[in-house]
């Protein structure tokens, strides 16, 4: 049986980034209005203590707004920048090198799994690239995994790595897979 991961999709982060904007909007239109009212009076800007709660307000909703805005922005490009690569790119079979965890990231306590792989191009060179995170609970042994690297033709820099776990899963192990027969 021939099975592929598909990694669990964190939605978490986006939820995140859209209350920053969302607040940093809010915030941003109230130092606005709250400048447009001052402005309407006959007291210096800068010297009223509602010009400086209309800077603060307009700075912090600035730098919410672009927070949130930038991490929705990279949140959403993921898929398409796979699908993309998997329609125009070159696929390469790749030997699996290591899996280990990402110590760099935690999340409820538990790493995500990367793969480590090599390909050789059509240029001869050997490149060598890593998979994205992987929210798996266990270890897979490097003979259940083979990947395959699809690969931008004009920038080999741009690739994306796909998992395939060759494996015999139990009823009650908690992987993710789809069966493709």
């Not at 964190?10 to 904007?21: C, L, T």
């Not at 990402?102 to 690239?129: A, I, M």
């Not at 609970?137 to 004009?154: C, F």
């Amino acid at each position: 049986m021939r099975m592929q991961f598909y990694p669990k999709k964190a939605s978490g982060g986006r939820w995140i980034a859209a209350i920053f904007a969302v607040f940093g909007v809010v915030f941003l239109l109230v130092g606005i209005i709250n400048a447009f009212i001052t402005l309407s009076g006959s007291e210096s800007y800068l010297e009223s203590n509602s010009g400086i709660l209309s800077l603060s307000f307009g700075f912090m909703g600035a730098i919410w707004s672009l927070i949130g805005f930038t991490i929705l922005k990279m949140t959403s490009s993921g898929g398409k920048k796979r699908k993309r690569l998997m329609a125009i790119g070159e696929s390469y079979n790749a030997d699996v090198t290591s899996v280990y965890n990402d110590t760099f990231v935690t999340f409820n306590g538990r790493n995500p799994l990367v793969v480590e792989c090599t390909y050789r191009g059509n240029d001869g060179q050997t490149y060598l690239v890593k998979s994205g995170r992987l929210w798996e609970d266990s270890v897979p042994s490097l003979e259940d995994i083979q990947a395959t690297v699809w690969v931008n033709p004009k920038n080999p820099k741009e690739y994306h790595v796909e998992v395939d776990f060759h494996t015999n899963l139990h009823e009650d192990c908690n992987i993710n897979v789809v069966d493709l027969r």
